[in-house]
């Protein structure tokens, strides 16, 4: 009993050594530290939920036709009924002929331009303004990872380069212009006829937008079909991809609305209304907010709730979507996100200017730390999260909250112009 009796005694003893030196560790900190800050941003919250469907549109899929394929036309590019989209070689002789045929028609007109200008100054500084659009078009696509007309960007800046250099290079003359137009017109005259016959020009049946995507959804999922669907069948969809069809070459969307269909939780869907307007983000290709309609709420089998969603808008922007889990919006906040630690109420005296009276005013607000000095700012609290607020400041001009700005979010005896460090 003894030895057991002094056990416990020095158990106790080390948890109460180990108690105090916590307290005398944490002690010391706040005389070193006697406040804590931290930095004020800006900050974007919303009611939503998420909506994970499929998107859909009315499409004519493209056959492709035997030998080699070259499409001609971008993702996203409207095309008419009748315009070219793609050119169909025999062999690859007639490829390598087309390429040396569109090096032929470029260089024939930078010839034309260069013996029409005759060497005005206006006409130089056009040109290098040309150059430099060119290259800052193609440098702006590069960096936002958008290639869709990079091809088309390259050549404009191999155009644009050679057209000075036809038009202001050294050694350039009327006479060796107009001699070099002969030679290349001939030659592509010459040309053009040899590949004639074995080359195939692919126009489009019908005005569209083209896709380079087939998915295998177009005939499983139509702008008809959609209203048919149910939660289980459209989770089916999605769980099992149709798959590509190695016999297109493309597809046209003909139709100037999409669609989107996709499960819901039920209560959410209570918030909607038939025929209302709905915000839907889509990250991906799209990458944006889309303002939708809401075609159908309905059916329910549980607790989803399918809805279909269309919309006009950003129709050459959205050929690539299909699966798609968006972000539904009922509101959204912005403002600086605060801690809720540092959010202080503020209980002020002041005199009545009309009766002269001393009255009580509070203000909410935080302290800012600006050169040593407090700081305090007003503030109006936009919405609660779970452990800070999104406000906005109160009052303009310079002495509001800013991003960036500092705040105290511990400490004591806080006032108006309280020094705290030197």
Known sequence: MKQGNSLITFVILALAAVVSIYLGTYAFNS????????LVYPCTVSDSVLAEGLAAREALVLTAPAGILEVTRAEGEK?????????VYRDSQAQADQAVIAELQMEIELLEYAIAQGGNLESAARLDEDVLQALVALRSSYAQGSYNQLRDQVLAVKSSVLKRGYTYGEGVSSATLSTRLSQLTQDLSVLTRQSAQATTRVAAPVAG????????YESLLTPDSLFQLTPSSLRELMDRPAGEDPTAMGKLLTSNKWYFAANLPTGASERLEEGGGATLHFSGELNRDVEMEVEQIGPTEGDKTLVIFSTNRYLTSATLL???TAELIFTRWSGLRVPKEAL?????????PETGETVQRSRLGVYA???GLTEFHELTIVTEESDYYVVRPVGTGQAILRPGDEVITH??????GLLLAG
């Not at 937008?209 to 295998?216: P, R, Y």
């Open 31 to 38: 005389l070193e530290e006697p406040y804590q800050t931290t």
């Open 79 to 87: 095309v008419g009924k009748g315009q070219q989209i793609a050119l």
């Open 209 to 216: 937008i083209f896709s380079n995507l087939v998915d295998g």
């Open 322 to 324: 299909r699966s798609q």
């Open 344 to 352: 202080r109420l503020v209980e002020e005296e002041l005199e009545d």
């Open 369 to 371: 730390l600006v050169n």
């Open 411 to 416: 400490g004591t005896g806080l006032q108006d």
